[in-house]
């Protein structure tokens, strides 16, 4: 009899503590609703959020005083505090911070190449191309325009006085800077030396050119002398700053429209027609993830959308990106029997007991990945090509599709979150225990060689309006330096998949 | 002596219940959506652990709170088992539905065969939380069966 | 202690009656503090009248009784609590080797019994004056009577024959195995034959063993403690003109019986003056002024058989209340009671029909009690103890199953022991004054009990027989939690659990039974 009443009064303490748990205070309550609100949906706690936060705990700092150093707030305690609050839902997941605190928003200097190659790009008498792709991405810049820096490049790095404001106010946007430093050739080395070298933690650079590498007196010079020196000048430039930079390279296309000078012609040939010129933006790497994750920079990112876009490139480190991604468990084009490792709370990445379909004798898993928010080209991510399979048995990926959200399951919707696209991976046969890598690798793209020449001197040439001098060379030693130290082949981000027996 | 080994095998049982619930409940039932979410969601051991309290709660009002020569027949005993385990299955649907609707997930299918298999479950319980406690009851030390 | 208790005739038989439902209902006496005293009783029934109905029926209710409590207890002395608790022994149990004796209750006086009254007086042989002395003495019908049907309220014939007793067998053993701080009652009617004449009898043979060459413990006899219920006249007989007995005679034969004790037995004379000596210790006079329905006029020769009445039961706790009176207030001196106590009774109501509660308040809460639980444990055995059988406290070990419904103990105690208790309620109940304390007509627990109601109230039903389970059911989990009982200790063990399980329920459901 006293053990029942031991039993009894155990599972009494027990019920009791748990209902006392569950009643939290009310202010706990409203500020765990007040996270929900904020971040459930987007999994970001962005400025905005932030400074919601800090004013609820302002307003009640006798409550959390545990957040507050003295009367200033505990930043990082604050953080803990959220993502463990997220991290203990019954549905787990992980919230990233953005442009919180002082960080709201990047500061951009902006450098604009004023070489005489460049001035045609803005003729009167063009499309104006190039001008609506320079406005429109400084007007995408979220802050106030005055705390950017506008510098105007050539020979020399000079910055100009006005400010950004003035020039976006111009008709001519290369009739305010004209004068500035010598335009006749452009010292490269010493603008990404500069920019390299000059990009703080909270900034962005952003440098606008043909990419047409010239030395000082350029007539008479093998040409191939001048590639291997502007890839020498990138890699040695770079090779230094690559771990914490990144670089992203857009193509751009605009009407040109006057001389020409290609690397044999000092004088110039007349050039009336399209030609290509870049936009390289610098910054460092977590700076270039925020561009395509920070709601304010969103529109910024989207250099798809600027008047005269081609490609884009971004050298990275390797892993530099890590897309959400993972398997499904209730998609028509599962096939093969197989059973989701238990405690999975975020995405289904392991799973067991895998076994081929009974009719087909084939294992085919679907892996939901989330493409978007990297600077890469559609094109190359969705090459199937572009991706190397490790694995133990002989998998491949048989297909790339978009994600069709009305095939997933609501489980699966869960689990692929905000996944864009679907793979379809195939195997025989799953032999043993193996951990299965997928990597889209890091290449230098295609377009990169098909957008470089080694002979600018015929303007009339098919290739001439979407090629530009040694731009490979340039950009090759930028890659470079970039993989210097990696080890296999440098790739952008790799999904892992652990399939046991 | 032997009334003491009963009801700590009992105790060992249902502890065993909880602590593998997700085994147990899966080696019955498997679905790999499903399933999967029980697990992850927790309800697994949240059934388990209100399957087990209620079992052992309800042999406990039969035998201590009722204890009564009036309802100490087998078929009492069936009815309260009855009883309870709808009680048990009951909530755990009710709960189960409802985090599963706050998560944005629809396994009414799959929650109303489990709940069949968790009814088995709930009166497999029962028969332990029973036999482990009976032998202190006054009235119904020999229900269901004397021995 | 122990009671050698003499049932002198038809009345002191029929005493014996309620006294052995007293026992068999746990009454036991009582000590100054309130405790049981273990009590072994010794009936001796003299009574010549052999083909008497009531002497039979109480001596198988005596021989019921054995066997259960037997079966009950074994041979165990000193209990002093349960349901036949009380140990009654014959003669012959207490004699080391009585093998001379026979095995019964009954008291063989002599060769009495086979005779006629001319032959045991030798008639025959005596001269002519003498024969004239006797014919004036004893009428012809008397003279012819055999002495197997008793003395036919004729105490004349008694008083002779009687004093057969002091030369028998019986007497010899009984004061043998008679000790000091054994009792003696004697249990006669005052307005009979036997009962009048033998009761003198017998205490004179017990005061003046001295005298008696035969017997052993002469001192101890001598100085015995004596108690004595005189049975007045209680019950009425049919008129029949050719009977010799007659309600008419009882008065006039108590009268002059009450004279011849005042001066010989109960009171005695110093120099023609009374002295407050006895030879009795304690006598205890009863009788009752409603006349009873009138009992069909019998002398005995056609089998003396008359209903049960209350005076008896009243009768038979005298009994008990003489065990109840310490020693030192019956001291005896030279065979003399020094201080003798008298006794009569009175009913709380006087009423046509009597319950448990028309009794003094000490006879209730002396055995209201008890007799409730007897009582009830008898409703539960008779009505529901079958339908109980495999389930809850029946299972403990040593388990109680169907075929303990069909051991002699059981058999005994359902179809001898409980017919006869029934029995005697119906005589009770029909009898003037009725009787009633039981109501017989229902086999519930709730309104089996004259004037005293079950407990009720929100949520507080009647008691039915699944209270009585459930409380036996906590009994026998504390029993079988020392292991009390062993496998032959069955009888023992319903019986310890019903008299607990009863103990407590007539407190718990049952509004003030006292």
């Given at each position: 009899m006293k053990t029942i009443i031991k039993t009894t009064?155990?599972?009494?303490?027990?019920?009791?503590?748990?209902?006392?748990?569950?009643?939290?205070?009310?202010?706990?309550?409203?500020?765990?609703?007040?996270?929900?609100?904020?971040?459930?949906?987007?999994?970001?706690?962005?400025?905005?959020?932030?400074?919601?936060?800090?004013?609820?705990?302002?307003?009640?700092?006798?409550?959390?005083?545990?957040?507050?150093?003295?009367?200033?707030?505990?930043?990082?305690?604050?953080?803990?505090?959220?993502?463990?609050?997220?991290?203990?839902?019954?549905?787990?997941?992980?919230?990233?911070?953005?442009?919180?605190?002082?960080?709201?928003?990047?500061?951009?200097?902006?450098?604009?190449?004023?070489?005489?190659?460049?001035?045609?790009?803005?003729?009167?008498?063009?499309?104006?191309?190039?001008?609506?792709?320079?406005?429109?991405?400084?007007?995408?810049?979220?802050?106030?325009?005055?705390?950017?820096?506008?510098?105007?490049?050539?020979?020399?790095?000079?910055?100009?006085?006005?400010?950004?404001?003035?020039?976006?106010?111009?008709?001519?946007?290369?009739?305010?800077?004209?004068?500035?430093?010598?335009?006749?050739?452009?010292?490269?080395?010493?603008?990404?030396?500069?920019?390299?070298?000059?990009?703080?933690?909270?900034?962005?650079?952003?440098?606008?050119?043909?990419?047409?590498?010239?030395?000082?007196?350029?007539?008479?010079?093998?040409?191939?002398?001048?590639?291997?020196?502007?890839?020498?000048?990138?890699?040695?430039?770079?090779?230094?700053?690559?771990?914490?930079?990144?670089?992203?390279?857009?193509?751009?296309?605009?009407?040109?429209?006057?001389?020409?000078?290609?690397?044999?012609?000092?004088?110039?040939?007349?050039?009336?027609?399209?030609?290509?010129?870049?936009?390289?933006?610098?910054?460092?790497?977590?700076?270039?993830?925020?561009?395509?994750?920070?709601?304010?920079?969103?529109?910024?990112?989207?250099?798809?959308?600027?008047?005269?876009?081609?490609?884009?490139?971004?050298?990275?480190?390797?892993?530099?990106?890590?897309?959400?991604?993972?398997?499904?468990?209730?998609?028509?084009?599962?096939?093969?029997?197989?059973?989701?490792?238990?405690?999975?709370?975020?995405?289904?990445?392991?799973?067991?007991?895998?076994?081929?379909?009974?009719?087909?004798?084939?294992?085919?898993?679907?892996?939901?990945?989330?493409?978007?928010?990297?600077?890469?080209?559609?094109?190359?991510?969705?090459?199937?090509?572009?991706?190397?399979?490790?694995?133990?048995?002989?998998?491949?990926?048989?297909?790339?599709?978009?994600?069709?959200?009305?095939?997933?399951?609501?489980?699966?919707?869960?689990?692929?979150?905000?996944?864009?696209?679907?793979?379809?991976?195939?195997?025989?046969?799953?032999?043993?225990?193996?951990?299965?890598?997928?990597?889209?690798?890091?290449?230098?793209?295609?377009?990169?060689?098909?957008?470089?020449?080694?002979?600018?001197?015929?303007?009339?040439?098919?290739?001439?309006?979407?090629?530009?001098?040694?731009?490979?060379?340039?950009?090759?030693?930028?890659?470079?330096?970039?993989?210097?130290?990696?080890?296999?082949?440098?790739?952008?981000?790799?999904?892992?998949?652990?399939?046991?027996? | 002596m032997r009334n003491y080994i009963l009801i700590v095998i009992g105790i060992?049982?249902?502890?065993?219940?909880?602590?593998?619930?997700?085994?147990?409940?899966?080696?019955?039932?498997?679905?790999?959506?499903?399933?999967?979410?029980?697990?992850?969601?927790?309800?697994?051991?949240?059934?388990?652990?209100?399957?087990?309290?209620?079992a052992w709660l309800g042999a406990f009002i039969f035998y201590y709170l009722i204890n009564s020569v009036r309802f100490s027949r087998w078929f009492h005993w069936l009815l309260t088992m009855l009883i309870t385990a709808?009680?048990?299955?009951?909530?755990?649907?009710?709960?189960?539905?409802?985090?599963?609707?706050?998560?944005?997930?629809?396994?009414?299918?799959?929650?109303?065969?489990?709940?069949?298999?968790?009814?088995?479950?709930?009166c497999v319980l029962f028969i332990v939380a029973s036999f482990s406690m009976r032998s202190w009851s006054s009235n119904c030390r020999y229900t269901p069966i004397p021995e | 202690?122990?009671?050698?208790?003499?049932?002198?005739?038809?009345?002191?038989?029929?005493?014996?009656?309620?006294?052995?439902?007293?026992?068999a209902s746990g009454?036991?006496?009582?000590?100054?503090?309130?405790?049981?005293?273990?009590?072994?009783?010794?009936?001796?029934?003299?009574?010549?009248?052999?083909?008497?109905?009531?002497?039979?029926?109480?001596?198988?209710?005596?021989?019921?009784?054995?066997?259960i409590?037997?079966s009950i207890y074994?041979?165990?002395?000193?209990v002093?609590r349960g349901f036949f608790a009380?140990?009654?022994?014959?003669?012959?149990?207490?004699?080391?080797?009585?093998?001379?004796?026979?095995?019964?209750?009954?008291?063989?006086?002599?060769?009495?019994?086979?005779?006629?009254?001319?032959?045991?007086?030798?008639?025959?042989?005596?001269?002519?004056?003498?024969?004239?002395?006797?014919?004036?003495?004893?009428?012809?019908?008397?003279?012819?009577?055999?002495?197997?049907?008793?003395?036919?309220?004729?105490?004349?014939?008694?008083?002779?024959?009687?004093?057969?007793?002091?030369?028998?067998?019986?007497?010899?053993?009984?004061?043998?195995?008679?000790?000091?701080?054994?009792?003696?009652?004697?249990?006669?009617?005052?307005?009979?034959?036997?009962?009048?004449?033998?009761?003198?009898?017998?205490?004179?043979?017990?005061?003046?063993?001295?005298?008696?060459?035969?017997?052993?413990?002469?001192?101890?006899?001598?100085?015995?403690?004596?108690?004595?219920?005189?049975?007045?006249?209680?019950?009425?007989?049919?008129?029949?003109?050719?009977?010799?007995?007659?309600?008419?005679?009882?008065?006039?034969?108590?009268?002059?019986?009450?004279?011849?004790?005042?001066?010989?037995?109960?009171?005695?004379?110093?120099?023609?003056?009374?002295?407050?000596?006895?030879?009795?210790?304690?006598?205890?006079?009863?009788?009752?002024?409603?006349?009873?329905?009138?009992?069909?006029?019998?002398?005995?020769?056609?089998?003396?058989?008359?209903?049960?009445?209350?005076?008896?039961?009243?009768?038979?706790?005298?009994?008990?209340?003489?065990?109840?009176?310490?020693?030192?207030?019956?001291?005896?001196?030279?065979?003399?009671?020094?201080?003798?106590?008298?006794?009569?009774?009175?009913?709380?109501?006087?009423?046509?029909?009597?319950?448990?509660?028309?009794?003094?308040?000490?006879?209730?809460?002396?055995?209201?009690h008890r007799?409730i639980m007897f009582h009830l444990a008898y409703m539960y055995l008779t009505n529901h103890f079958n339908e109980d059988i495999g389930h809850g406290y029946t299972l403990d070990k040593p388990s109680l199953n169907r075929g303990f419904l069909s051991t002699s103990f059981y058999t005994t105690l359902t179809s001898?022991f409980y017919?006869?208790y029934?029995?005697?309620?119906?005589?009770?109940?029909?009898?003037?004054?009725?009787?009633?304390?039981f109501?017989?007509?229902t086999s519930m627990l709730r309104d089996c009990i004259?004037?005293?109601?079950t407990k009720t109230g929100?949520l507080k039903f009647p008691i039915d027989y699944k209270d009585v389970m459930s409380v036996m059911n906590k009994c026998s989990q504390k029993a079988s939690k020392i292991n009390k009982f062993s496998a032959d200790d069955l009888p023992k063990k319903l019986f310890e659990l019903m008299y607990d399980s009863f103990d407590k329920l007539v407190g718990e459901k049952y509004?003030?039974v006292?």
């Amino acid at each position: 009899m006293k053990t029942i009443i031991k039993t009894t009064a155990c599972v009494m303490l027990v019920a009791s503590l748990t209902i006392m748990c569950s009643c939290n205070s009310g202010k706990n309550k409203e500020f765990n609703q007040i996270l929900l609100d904020l971040a459930e949906k987007d999994r970001i706690v962005d400025y905005n959020d932030w400074e919601q936060i800090k004013e609820f705990l302002e307003s009640n700092k006798n409550h959390y005083s545990f957040f507050f150093d003295g009367e200033t707030m505990s930043v990082e305690s604050i953080k803990c505090y959220v993502i463990d609050f997220f991290n203990k839902r019954r549905t787990p997941m992980d919230i990233k911070f953005v442009g919180i605190g002082d960080n709201r928003f990047l500061n951009v200097k902006f450098y604009l190449e004023r070489s005489g190659s460049m001035t045609p790009y803005d003729s009167p008498a063009g499309d104006g191309k190039f001008k609506s792709a320079i406005v429109g991405m400084l007007n995408n810049l979220p802050n106030e325009k005055n705390n950017h820096k506008l510098f105007v490049v050539n020979s020399s790095i000079n910055e100009y006085p006005e400010g950004i404001k003035k020039f976006l106010a111009d008709n001519n946007i290369f009739e305010a800077t004209r004068g500035i430093g010598d335009p006749s050739f452009t010292d490269f080395a010493s603008i990404f030396n500069s920019i390299l070298n000059n990009t703080k933690d909270n900034e962005l650079s952003i440098l606008v050119t043909d990419m047409i590498y010239s030395t000082k007196n350029m007539n008479g010079v093998n040409p191939q002398k001048v590639f291997a020196e502007a890839n020498g000048m990138t890699n040695a430039i770079f090779k230094n700053r690559v771990v914490n930079l990144s670089t992203l390279i857009v193509k751009m296309t605009g009407s040109y429209n006057g001389l020409y000078y290609s690397y044999n012609t000092p004088k110039g040939k007349k050039y009336n027609g399209q030609r290509p010129y870049y936009i390289i933006v610098i910054g460092n790497k977590e700076n270039i993830l925020r561009l395509t994750e920070d709601k304010a920079y969103f529109s910024l990112s989207k250099f798809q959308k600027l008047n005269g876009f081609e490609n884009l490139y971004l050298f990275g480190n390797s892993g530099i990106y890590h897309p959400h991604y993972s398997i499904l468990l209730n998609h028509p084009n599962i096939q093969g029997y197989f059973h989701p490792e238990r405690g999975q709370t975020k995405q289904i990445t392991e799973i067991k007991e895998i076994n081929p379909d009974r009719n087909t004798g084939n294992i085919q898993l679907a892996l939901a990945v989330d493409l978007s928010k990297m600077f890469i080209d559609d094109d190359y991510m969705l090459n199937k090509a572009n991706y190397e399979v490790e694995s133990i048995d002989d998998v491949s990926i048989v297909q790339i599709k978009p994600i069709d959200k009305k095939e997933l399951s609501q489980v699966d919707k869960k689990y692929s979150g905000s996944a864009t696209h679907i793979f379809i991976i195939e195997s025989q046969n799953i032999s043993c225990n193996q951990l299965i890598k997928i990597k889209l690798k890091n290449k230098i793209p295609s377009w990169v060689f098909s957008s470089s020449s080694d002979d600018d001197s015929d303007v009339n040439d098919e290739s001439f309006s979407s090629t530009t001098f040694g731009l490979k060379y340039l950009l090759s030693g930028i890659y470079d330096s970039y993989n210097l130290n990696t080890d296999g082949a440098p790739y952008y981000f790799e999904l892992n998949m652990q399939l046991n027996k | 002596m032997r009334n003491y080994i009963l009801i700590v095998i009992g105790i060992c049982l249902s502890l065993l219940m909880i602590l593998f619930s997700a085994n147990i409940f899966e080696s019955i039932f498997y679905d790999r959506e499903f399933s999967n979410e029980m697990y992850n969601l927790g309800l697994y051991f949240e059934i388990a652990l209100l399957d087990v309290i209620t079992a052992w709660l309800g042999a406990f009002i039969f035998y201590y709170l009722i204890n009564s020569v009036r309802f100490s027949r087998w078929f009492h005993w069936l009815l309260t088992m009855l009883i309870t385990a709808l009680f048990s299955v009951a909530t755990c649907y009710y709960h189960s539905e409802n985090v599963f609707i706050s998560d944005a997930m629809d396994f009414s299918r799959q929650l109303f065969i489990f709940s069949f298999i968790n009814a088995i479950v709930e009166c497999v319980l029962f028969i332990v939380a029973s036999f482990s406690m009976r032998s202190w009851s006054s009235n119904c030390r020999y229900t269901p069966i004397p021995e | 202690m122990r009671l050698f208790l003499f049932l002198v005739g038809g009345t002191g038989v029929r005493v014996m009656r309620p006294l052995i439902m007293q026992l068999a209902s746990g009454i036991l006496p009582l000590d100054v503090s309130g405790n049981s005293i273990p009590l072994e009783l010794v009936p001796i029934i003299v009574d010549p009248h052999r083909a008497n109905e009531d002497l039979k029926r109480t001596e198988n209710l005596l021989r019921w009784y054995c066997q259960i409590r037997k079966s009950i207890y074994k041979e165990q002395d000193n209990v002093r609590r349960g349901f036949f608790a009380a140990k009654i022994s014959t003669l012959k149990d207490l004699v080391p080797n009585g093998n001379s004796l026979s095995d019964t209750f009954i008291y063989n006086i002599g060769s009495v019994e086979s005779k006629k009254f001319h032959e045991l007086i030798s008639f025959n042989t005596l001269d002519t004056a003498n024969q004239a002395l006797c014919s004036m003495m004893f009428s012809k019908y008397q003279l012819d009577t055999k002495m197997d049907i008793g003395f036919v309220g004729s105490p004349n014939i008694g008083s002779v024959a009687m004093n057969k007793i002091k030369d028998s067998e019986e007497f010899k053993q009984f004061s043998n195995v008679f000790q000091k701080n054994d009792r003696v009652f004697i249990v006669s009617s005052i307005f009979g034959g036997t009962g009048a004449a033998g009761y003198p009898i017998i205490v004179n043979n017990i005061r003046n063993a001295a005298n008696n060459i035969l017997v052993n413990n002469k001192g101890d006899l001598a100085n015995a403690c004596i108690g004595a219920l005189t049975v007045l006249p209680y019950f009425n007989i049919q008129q029949d003109e050719k009977s010799p007995i007659s309600r008419a005679d009882f008065i006039s034969k108590t009268k002059s019986a009450l004279f011849y004790y005042h001066d010989n037995l109960t009171g005695l004379k110093n120099t023609g003056e009374d002295i407050s000596q006895s030879k009795i210790n304690v006598c205890y006079y009863i009788g009752d002024e409603v006349p009873s329905t009138p009992y069909f006029n019998d002398p005995g020769d056609n089998g003396q058989r008359n209903d049960a009445h209350v005076v008896e039961f009243v009768g038979a706790l005298s009994i008990l209340d003489f065990l109840q009176i310490p020693d030192d207030l019956l001291v005896t001196y030279n065979g003399k009671a020094i201080n003798p106590i008298f006794k009569e009774y009175g009913l709380a109501n006087d009423k046509k029909s009597l319950s448990l509660k028309d009794f003094g308040m000490s006879t209730r809460i002396y055995i209201n009690h008890r007799m409730i639980m007897f009582h009830l444990a008898y409703m539960y055995l008779t009505n529901h103890f079958n339908e109980d059988i495999g389930h809850g406290y029946t299972l403990d070990k040593p388990s109680l199953n169907r075929g303990f419904l069909s051991t002699s103990f059981y058999t005994t105690l359902t179809s001898n022991f409980y017919v006869a208790y029934i029995q005697w309620l119906r005589e009770l109940k029909t009898n003037q004054r009725s009787f009633v304390p039981f109501n017989l007509n229902t086999s519930m627990l709730r309104d089996c009990i004259t004037d005293i109601q079950t407990k009720t109230g929100f949520l507080k039903f009647p008691i039915d027989y699944k209270d009585v389970m459930s409380v036996m059911n906590k009994c026998s989990q504390k029993a079988s939690k020392i292991n009390k009982f062993s496998a032959d200790d069955l009888p023992k063990k319903l019986f310890e659990l019903m008299y607990d399980s009863f103990d407590k329920l007539v407190g718990e459901k049952y509004n003030s039974v006292i």
